[in-house]
């Protein structure tokens, strides 16, 4: 696995120079390990995703983070397993990795245990978070939105 994750991690400082600033950030400063899943909001018509996790642990502290992916390739989205992995409690984020396609797209591969993969292929991406005391998960009515 260590092997894995140098030779991923090279590859990034390879792809470095073509990343906008916000995918970068998304590669480099944004922790998605053992994540809980709050939301998936998906949104056809104006191709966008939103996904909303409380991330962190006891030493970094937790956030309240909301990933809003826009250019989304909604053909290549499996939303069947997007509302799955919504659904169940028990899902948490284990590894994340980010590549690039074609110019101006990227592709954003999420692992959830239990185990199911996502991938979201976007164009751009937006990155709130706020503090949170806890890991606590926030109440939502539906945890997946489809319009």
């Given at each position: 696995?260590?092997?894995?994750?140098?030779?991923?991690w090279?590859?990034?400082?390879?792809?470095?120079?073509?990343?906008p600033?916000?995918?970068?950030?998304?590669?480099?400063?944004v922790?998605?390990?053992?994540?809980?899943?709050?939301q998936?909001?998906?949104?056809?018509?104006?191709?966008?995703?939103?996904?909303?996790?409380?991330?962190?642990?006891?030493?970094?502290?937790?956030?309240?983070?909301?990933?809003?992916?826009s250019?989304?390739?909604?053909?290549?989205?499996?939303?069947?397993?997007l509302?799955?992995?919504?659904?169940?409690?028990?899902?948490?984020?284990?590894?994340?990795?980010?590549?690039?396609?074609?110019?101006?797209?990227?592709?954003?591969?999420?692992?959830?245990?239990?185990?199911?993969?996502?991938?979201?292929?976007?164009?751009d991406?937006?990155?709130?978070?706020r503090?949170?005391a806890n890991?606590?998960?926030?109440?939502?009515?539906?945890?997946?939105?489809?319009?």
């Open positions: 696995m260590v092997a894995v994750r140098d030779a991923y090279r590859n990034l400082a390879l792809l470095a120079p073509r990343l600033p916000n995918v970068h950030k998304l590669a480099t400063e922790n998605l390990h053992d994540a809980l899943i709050v998936f909001l998906v949104s056809r018509g104006c191709s966008e995703l939103r996904t909303r996790y409380v991330c962190g642990d006891l030493q970094t502290g937790y956030l309240d983070l909301v990933l809003v992916y250019g989304v390739l909604m053909a290549k989205l499996n939303t069947v397993l509302k799955e992995i919504a659904d169940d409690p028990s899902s948490e984020a284990l590894y994340d990795e980010i590549d690039t396609g074609e110019t101006g797209i990227f592709a954003h591969s999420v692992l959830f245990r239990p185990y199911r993969e996502i991938k979201i292929i976007f164009e991406v937006a990155i709130h978070s503090a949170l890991r606590g998960r926030p109440k939502v009515e539906k945890a997946f939105i489809q319009s």
